[in-house]
């Protein structure tokens, strides 16, 4: 079972960038699709992005616009999520995850989709 730690969440202003990491223990890293979701107090846990186990192909929430990107490095057992012009409605808890098994984008978009999840770390954004 891959074990996935997210870091890097912390309190910014709006408009600023962060970078969240999150590291994978485990073997054949580049086997597993990643995908980031964030849950904001009082509303369900939302796709963010997600990305192949190569790193050749990604997605993420149309609602997100151009401003988050999802990336990884293999060698490092690590994927990333970037975040651009950040905004107070993205303070959240963010949550990176990851499965084995093949999935379609659509169904990368869901929660149920994947195996292991990391504990989460948090975000602020204040205006």
């Known amino acids: 079972q891959l074990r996935l730690v997210e870091s890097g969440g912390r309190s910014v202003q709006a408009g600023d960038s962060l970078r969240l990491s999150c590291a994978a223990s485990?073997?054949?890293?580049?086997?597993?699709?990643v995908g980031w979701f964030r849950q904001a107090p009082g509303k369900e846990r939302e796709f963010v992005a997600a990305?192949?186990?190569?790193?050749?192909?990604?997605t993420t929430s149309p609602s997100l616009g151009d401003r988050f990107s999802v990336s990884r490095d293999n060698t490092k057992n690590t994927a990333y999520l970037q975040m651009n012009d950040l905004k107070p409605e993205d303070t959240a808890i963010y949550y990176c995850?990851?499965?084995?098994?093949?999935?379609?984008?659509?169904?990368?978009?869901?929660?149920?989709?994947?195996?292991?999840w990391g504990r989460g770390t948090q975000v602020t954004v204040s205006s």
């Open positions: 485990g073997t054949a890293f580049n086997y597993y699709l």
């Open positions: 995850a990851a499965t084995a098994t093949p999935r379609t984008t659509t169904q990368a978009m869901r929660t149920d989709a994947y195996d292991a």
């Open positions: 990305i192949d186990g190569r790193g050749s192909s990604s």
